[in-house]
């Protein structure tokens, strides 16, 4: 049954470093949506992907010492990777970097400049180069970026503007025509009082004082301001301005935009007013969900093992990670991750409320029957109200779904679950067991929960990808009794083929020693395995290609406009060498000036913001490089000479 079409979307990823728990949860619950909508029957096209340019990439990438295409390439196989461990189940994966998006971009700038809504004048202002937004001074939270609280910086160029200010009246009216547009509705409320009503200023919409990022076509010292670029996404994604655009055609409007608080006015402001400008219809919602903060904070980088959804999918096992992302916290509020609490959800909700309902279930059926529950029933108290309870779940679950409720659609079931191991409890299968003539009652209570069990594991479906599964071969239910509309019919489990005992679906786990094993993660030696594996070896020969050479720096100056740059020029006997190194947050010129540091002298040249580097110069420095310290040569050693 063809329903329709479902458009849904999380925001396209910066790949900056490793992507953390907090990461995963837009993109869990965007995929159990679109699970969801493919179960009822809608073509569903569900995008997700990676906002490749930027500031914040070309300096990360400058300060590898890499180009920052190939900076970004393996951070994005890091997380493609990551998302096929997740089994999210997205249609399309776009780069921005990706041609195609490229071209589309350009053509978007260019239609908006060609109709007046982008012109040309001068910026000045300032901006914060993490967020990778511009901030006008009274917006400026004691001086700092009002969203990070990071140093901004002033900034004074020749820019093209957007003109957000003529779309005012517009976007107001549309959010009141469009209650839902922005959900929830608290968010609705802050960006209409906070930002909207006061007064939008026109936006500026490119850049010159660095170049990655998607150039303007028609005047290519400029680049398109990364937001402008990263939004677009939604729709060259499905072909915009393309030779092939039927997908754009048949998904766009968007039926949901899911992201972060943070990133919310985005969305709802610049978004909207772009397609407007563009004649385009508007996405029918935008929805803002919670941060996921850990007990002490913010989530980073920097907690590891805690937060790395790979380690946590690997020592808990996936469905139980995304049954506490989409269960633990109302999609839209703020949550605390903690381990302790997922443990405690994996053992309550998980271990003991389904995985004991399974278990006991398959075990009473193959202890009294052999496996297969027999045809001669007998109804009894109190099968009504289970019923009653398990065949009305489907619908109150749909509902809340179509609310991205998936909390409270969770907790439907798991009632469902709770009033099924009740029932249990009252029919009390092991006393009918004893009597013979009452085999007919405990077969129709064994029938029951079977049926029950049925009904659940087409329910979790969207939220858990390993777990129906699991349930269907141990209850050996049909093919055909596996639907999602096979949930609101009472009767399906057909149970001709014997059940089989299959391992525990989801183990008890150990509390206090999980914590304590963690506890040992998170100490001092968690910093070796958060060191980098020994990369292949290689052949005496291809170490002897490299010309490692003692230089002395005679010079050093700053890089304009680059707060991590340094050029240095140096003395490596045949000749003076310029190199370019990002240690300026380490060292100040006049310090290095003297020093006698390794140059890998025959690197090819590569230009740093413009400027040609003729070699590198080794430093040692930990993960995100914090501490950074240049590998120096006593000064009895001359210049020139070789390292081997
Ligand atoms: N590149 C922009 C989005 C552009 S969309 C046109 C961006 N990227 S991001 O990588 O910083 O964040 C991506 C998403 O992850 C955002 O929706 C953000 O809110 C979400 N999260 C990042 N940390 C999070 C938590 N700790 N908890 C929940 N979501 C969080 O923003």
């Not at 493919?38 to 340019?53: A, I, K």
């Not at 010492?65 to 994005?76: A, M, R």
């Not at 409890?425 to 003539?437: G, H, I, Q, R, S």
Request: glycine content about 6%.
């Amino acid at each position: 049954m063809n329903r329709g079409k479902y458009y849904i979307t999380t925001p396209i990823y910066y790949p900056s470093g490793k992507l953390h728990i907090g990461h995963s949860y837009t993109t869990v619950a965007a995929d159990a949506m679109a699970r969801y909508k493919r179960l009822q029957g809608y073509d569903v096209m569900f995008l997700t992907g990676t906002d490749e340019h930027g500031q914040k990439i070309q300096r990360l990438a400058e300060e590898n010492g890499v180009s920052p295409k190939k900076y970004v390439d393996d951070i994005v196989d890091g997380i493609k990777k990551l998302w096929s461990l997740m089994k999210i189940t997205n249609d399309k994966f776009i780069r921005t970097t990706d041609d195609y998006h490229v071209a589309s971009v350009q053509k978007i700038f260019r239609k908006l400049y060609d109709k007046g809504d982008i012109y040309k004048s001068e910026y000045e202002g300032w901006y914060c180069t993490p967020c990778e937004s511009f901030w006008t001074e009274t917006q400026l939270k004691d001086g700092k970026c009002p969203d990070c609280g990071r140093e901004v910086e002033l900034t004074r160029e020749e820019s093209y503007f957007f003109r957000l200010s003529k779309y005012q009246d517009r976007l107001i009216k549309h959010l009141e025509e469009n209650p839902d547009f922005i959900q929830p509705v608290s968010r609705k409320i802050e960006m209409k009082n906070n930002f909207i009503k006061p007064g939008l200023e026109d936006l500026c919409v490119s850049r010159t004082s660095f170049n990655w990022g998607v150039p303007v076509s028609f005047d290519d010292e400029h680049v398109v301001y990364v937001w402008i670029d990263a939004l677009s996404n939604y729709i060259t994604a499905l072909g915009y301005m393309s030779d092939n655009d039927e997908d754009f055609r048949r998904f766009w409007p968007a039926d949901v935009h899911l992201v972060g608080k943070e990133i919310v006015r985005f969305h709802t402001i610049i978004w909207p007013a772009m397609l407007m400008a563009l004649d385009l219809p508007l996405p029918k919602q935008v929805y803002g969900h919670g941060w996921l903060v850990l007990d002490g904070g913010k989530m980073s980088k920097s907690k590891g093992n805690v937060v790395d959804p790979v380690v946590l999918v690997d020592k808990y096992g996936l469905d139980a990670i995304r049954y506490f992302l989409l269960r633990e916290v109302p999609f839209g509020s703020d949550g605390v991750f903690s381990n302790e609490a997922l443990i405690n959800r994996i053992n309550s909700d998980l271990a003991n409320d389904l995985g004991n309902l399974v278990s006991r279930t398959v075990a009473m059926i193959r202890k009294y029957f052999n496996g297969i529950i027999p045809e001669n029933r007998v109804k009894g108290d109190p099968d009504d109200d289970l019923i009653t309870t398990v065949i009305e779940t489907p619908g109150k679950v749909e509902d809340l779904l179509d609310k991205l409720q998936f909390s409270t659609a969770l907790q439907e079931i798991w009632k469902t679950i709770s009033r099924t191991n009740k029932y249990i409890d009252e029919t009390m299968p092991w006393v009918l067991a004893k009597e013979e003539e009452k085999k007919p009652r405990l077969a129709q209570v064994l029938y029951n929960l079977a049926e029950s069990i049925r009904i659940i594991s087409i329910l979790i479906q969207p939220f858990m990808p390993e777990t129906p599964e699991k349930i269907w071969e141990q209850l050996s239910i049909c093919q055909s009794c596996r639907s999602w509309e096979s949930a609101r019919e009472w009767g399906r489990y057909s149970g001709d083929v014997p059940v089989k005992p299959g391992q525990v679906i989801f183990p008890r786990i150990d509390l206090e020693k999980e914590l304590k094993e963690l506890e040992k993660d998170t100490s001092d030696d968690s910093v070796k395995k958060d060191l980098p594996e020994i990369k292949p070896q290689v052949e005496i020969d291809d170490f002897a290609k490299l010309d490692l050479r003692v230089a002395r720096v005679i010079s050093c100056e700053k890089v304009p406009k680059s707060n991590k740059l340094l050029k240095l020029q140096l003395d490596i006997g045949l000749e003076v060498r310029q190199v370019v190194s990002g240690i300026a947050k380490h060292y100040s010129p006049e310090e290095l000036v003297g020093k006698k540091v390794i140059m890998i002298a025959n690197l090819k040249p590569a230009k740093l913001m413009g400027i040609e580097s003729q070699g590198m110069i080794l430093a040692a420095s930990d993960k995100g490089d914090k501490n950074l310290v240049l590998a120096t040569v006593d000064n009895d050693i001359p210049v020139g000479n070789i390292i081997s």
